[in-house]
């Protein structure tokens, strides 16, 4: 069998979930899979949705940035949430599905992955993958939250020149292929325990912090009202960045893209 070869037949196969993947949507090529699932959603998908495609034609980033991956190379999945959350708190979402995919790459591949606030995954210093977390609220109240994740899995980043110098793959990194069926599976199981343990009360963010990859580091933060730059001290329950600036100000900055300055460690 290609364990590689994805379907809503292939996945349903080997998923040990109850509610995760449990009911599939599968594309070979779809616009969207965030936005066919916010459709979805609305219309009353029920949770735990997995929306999956082999190839988007309009993959999208955060801010209308594009996410870029050729055909049967990449994981390409949204997935729905309707947890009992007030809407600040919908990137508890975004924390525990990319804990749940670091996870699932450090055990299935030994390779050592890291987060970068507040939606990257990264491997080597390198972006591997990211995620792209968009809510439903009406009146104060969360409806749903869709959580996109976009990994590159056998990926040759050659294929892709203008992010030869920031991208990497898994096969890129191993110099091997890596079943995305298995990586799937275990990325879906590992999602389905952390959402269990999030709604039992427990919060994933100082386990996300632990894997932040730009903690306690001086960074630049871009952010829609300018640039800041300070010491990225930490991160709330929410997800929010706390930057500590030069002046002793202590901000709380809910997006932004991260630029690291100084010295890295290895
Ligand atoms: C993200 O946005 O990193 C979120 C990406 C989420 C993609 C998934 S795929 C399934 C679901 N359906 C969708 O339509 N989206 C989600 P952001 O932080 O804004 O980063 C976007 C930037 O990452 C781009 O501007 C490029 O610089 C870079 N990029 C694009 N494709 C990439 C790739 N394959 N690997 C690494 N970097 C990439």
Redesign the pocket.
């Known amino acids: 069998m290609d364990l590689s070869k994805l379907s809503a037949e292939s996945i349903k196969k080997g998923l040990k979930t109850d509610l995760i993947g449990q009911s599939i949507v599968y594309y070979s090529s779809v ?5 066919v699932l916010k459709e979805l959603a609305v219309q009353g998908a029920p949770e735990g949705t997995l929306v999956i ?1 082999d190839q ?1 034609t ?6 209308g ?5 050729p055909p049967g190379a ?1 994981l ?3 997935l729905l949430f309707c947890p009992d959350l007030a809407p600040d708190q919908a990137q508890r979402l975004t924390m525990i599905c990319s804990l749940a995919i670091a996870d699932a790459i450090e055990g299935l591949t030994g390779l050592s992955v890291g987060l970068k606030w507040p ?2 995954i990264f491997i080597r210093g ?7 977390t968009e809510s439903g609220t009406t009146g104060g109240h969360l409806n749903y939250v869709v959580v ?3 990994l ?1 899995v056998n ?1 040759a ?1 050659s294929t ?1 020149p ?2 030869r110098d ?4 898994l096969s890129q990194e191993l110099g091997r292929e890596v079943s995305r069926l298995e990586l799937l599976w275990k990325t879906l199981e590992g999602i389905e325990a952390r959402y269990n343990s999030l709604m039992r009360g427990d919060s994933p963010h100082e386990e996300w912090a632990a894997r932040l990859i730009n903690l306690g580091r001086q960074v630049q933060v871009t952010t829609a009202q300018g640039a800041l730059v300070g010491w990225a001290e930490g991160v709330d329950a929410n997800g929010a960045l706390i930057l500590r600036t030069p002046d002793g100000q202590r901000l709380r900055i809910l997006a932004g ?1 991260v630029t690291l300055r100084g010295s890295a460690p290895s």
Not at 58 to 63: I, V, Y
Request: charged fraction near 20%; proline fraction near 0%; hydrophobic fraction near 40%.
């Open positions: 616009g969207s899979t965030n936005e495609a988007q309009a993959g999208r980033g955060r801010l940035r594009k996410w870029l991956a990449s390409l999945l949204s939606n990257d390198k972006k591997a993958g990211g995620i792209l996109g994740m976009g590159n990926l980043v892709l203008e992010l920031l991208a990497t793959s893209d």
